[in-house]
């Protein structure tokens, strides 16, 4: 059984539809990332997925409940997400902040009970961050912060686990520890994580489903050694590339070709 | 943090108890401590008159007014996302002070014990200056912090000129546009108490109750939503309670400027952002601020009183400036 399900799902802003007819399911414990080029729609469908934005067509199910239906309470409890830009307008610590991942579970006037500081305790030590919680938010490097934003999402303790371009603003270093934690929260959390991504090579050796979103359409969904191929490639990023075999992962790789400069 | 609360809590309990002492020692009428004890304990009733309806009504005015316009800042702050919104910087004070003034010129004044028809038109010109200076400041759905202020000061000037406009029309009086332009206790009486009191309660107890969700807001709007908060109802519940405060607060002593502005900011440094603490220590704060502030307007030109504006700008406009460095 299918634990998130999308069917013909259309969905965009004010002046229309940005991605057209998705469908696509999750199953429970599953690692999928949506890759395709600026603009391709990715944010927009993370975004519609849960309900965040109002112009939309289709359906999204999950447990078998049609998300538009549920209140942002309701879906809190099953989705949390990890935005691609983070606003914070005031100085909140590192605590503060993982706290506010505890909202749905505390009354509106309660208190931070045993069960929340655990929790905060654990995601702090999943995260590695448990060092900084004094900090304020704005004093931390762009690594820390996204550890920080992925703990407050962790913190909800939802079944599902979704976030929006992760690696950027990353250096190489931080991006393949993120990715890490991602992974270990897969296999030692159970959990249902869907990213967007337009680092490939990044998503390859994680995901076990890949979606090539193209001018908001899905042009193909499945397993990474299948999917990538210098012809799908060239089809969603307009990229002349060549594949060849990671040698430590035997799955596939791409390899950028620098094509020499045309003469005037 | 929770001693630093503490300390800060202790701190302006000891300033709100000798606030409240000074204001009703000082007056035209000199009194002295053994007068404040003979009525407290041997029912005097010259002095019943000078404590209880004339220095006490105007003292709890004063705090009640202070606490409510901070309020409406500290609100108005979490709302905007910037520590440099206010009831008087975004326009709702001067748009408020319109619909008062409208009211007086149409002769619609009816007061039912705290309701009064004055504060139902203060509350609507306020609200209407606020949602069009949101929408103005909103260009595709990005929002700037220096169109925000500016469409304020803009639509607070607008209001204003419309305020004077009327006031020239209608008396020959200066001393009532200074009233509603700069502020002023000194009509104060326990009737005016009541138009603000239950207001500022029932404000304040909604504010508390969703202090979360307001904390939440600091991350923008998409993620406080995916945290399970629900985003329009509760900007629509935080847009109509800042704006009552401010309403209530101006329809009876007319625009008191930056109050709301700095008070809530000075607190924030001190405890730090968390809402749940901030509405509270905002309120008491700014009590405590514009009973000294009266207390100023009342005695430093004695027995001249200033308008109350006058001192709370002197305070805040330099604060004002010093925020505005302080962002490059």
């Known amino acids: ?264 | 943090m929770k001693a630093k609360r503490l300390r800060l809590f202790f701190l302006l309990l000891v300033l709100l108890i000798s606030g409240f002492l000074i204001s009703l020692l000082v007056g035209p009428v000199k009194t002295n401590f053994s007068d404040l004890w003979d009525f407290l304990f041997n029912n005097d009733k010259i002095f019943s008159l000078i404590f209880i309806d004339l220095r006490l009504s105007r003292a709890l005015l004063a705090f009640l007014v202070g606490a409510s316009l901070s309020l409406s800042g500290a609100i108005l702050q979490g709302y905007f996302q910037n520590p440099m919104a206010g009831p008087f910087v975004v326009g709702v004070s001067s748009g408020a002070s319109f619909g008062a003034v409208l009211s007086i010129y149409l002769g619609l004044t009816i007061q039912v014990i705290g309701f009064s028809l004055q504060t139902i038109f203060a509350f609507f010109s306020g609200f209407a200056i606020v949602s069009l200076v949101y929408l103005l400041s909103q260009r595709k759905g990005v929002f700037k912090v220096e169109t925000l202020l500016l469409t304020g000061i803009a639509a607070g000037a607008m209001a204003s000129s419309l305020t004077s406009f009327l006031i020239f029309l209608k008396s020959e009086s200066y001393q009532q546009a200074v009233f509603w332009l700069l502020g002023s206790f000194h009509l104060s009486d326990w009737n005016q108490i009541t138009a603000v009191f239950p207001y500022f309660i029932l404000c304040f107890f909604v504010a508390q109750w969703l202090a979360k969700d307001m904390n939440l807001l600091a991350l923008g709007d998409e993620t406080a939503q995916s945290l399970g908060c629900p985003v329009n109802r509760v900007r629509k519940i935080f847009l109509t309670i800042s704006t009552f405060l401010a309403a209530s607060s101006v329809s009876v002593c007319g625009i008191i400027g930056f109050v709301g502005l700095i008070v809530p900011h000075w607190v924030r440094i001190l405890i730090g952002p968390d809402h749940r603490h901030l509405f509270f220590f905002s309120s008491l704060t700014g009590g405590i601020f514009l009973l000294y502030s009266d207390l100023l307007a009342r005695t430093l030109l004695f027995p001249i009183e200033l308008p109350i504006g006058i001192i709370t700008a002197a305070v805040g406009a330099p604060f004002f400036i010093y925020l505005l460095n302080q962002r490059r």
């Open chain 1, 1 to 264: 059984m299918a634990l998130f399900e999308a069917k013909n799902l259309s969905a965009g802003y004010e002046n229309g539809f940005v991605i057209e007819n998705i469908s696509f399911s999750l199953k429970e414990g599953e690692f999928i990332s949506i890759l395709g080029r600026n603009g391709s729609g990715k944010s927009t469908l993370i975004k519609a997925l849960q309900g965040l934005l109002k112009n939309v067509s289709g359906q999204v199910r999950v447990d078998e409940k049609n998300i538009f239906l549920l209140k942002s309470r309701q879906i809190a409890k099953k989705i949390a997400y990890v935005p691609q830009i983070f606003s914070y307008s005031f100085e909140f610590s590192v605590l503060e902040i993982i706290h506010m991942g505890r909202y749905i579970h505390q009354g509106r006037l309660g208190g931070t009970s045993s069960l929340d500081s655990r929790k905060i305790e654990e995601v702090m030590n999943l995260t590695e961050i448990s060092h900084l919680r004094e900090k304020k938010i704005a004093h931390l490097s762009g690594g820390e912060r996204q550890r920080v934003f992925i703990a407050r999402a962790l913190a909800q303790d939802t079944p599902l686990l979704f976030l929006d371009e992760p690696s950027s603003h990353l250096d190489i270093s931080y991006q393949v520890e993120i990715y890490q934690i991602l992974k270990r929260l897969q296999k030692e959390k159970g959990k249902t994580i869907f990213t967007t991504e337009h680092n490939i090579n990044l998503a390859i050796p994680y995901s076990e489903k890949i979606m090539f979103l193209k001018g908001g359409k899905v042009q193909a969904v499945g397993p990474p050694k299948k999917l990538i191929t210098r012809e799908n490639i060239k089809k969603v990023f307009q990229a002349d590339v060549e594949i060849r075999e990671n040698i430590h992962s035997r799955l596939p790789e791409i390899s950028l070709i620098h094509k020499p400069e045309e003469k005037a």
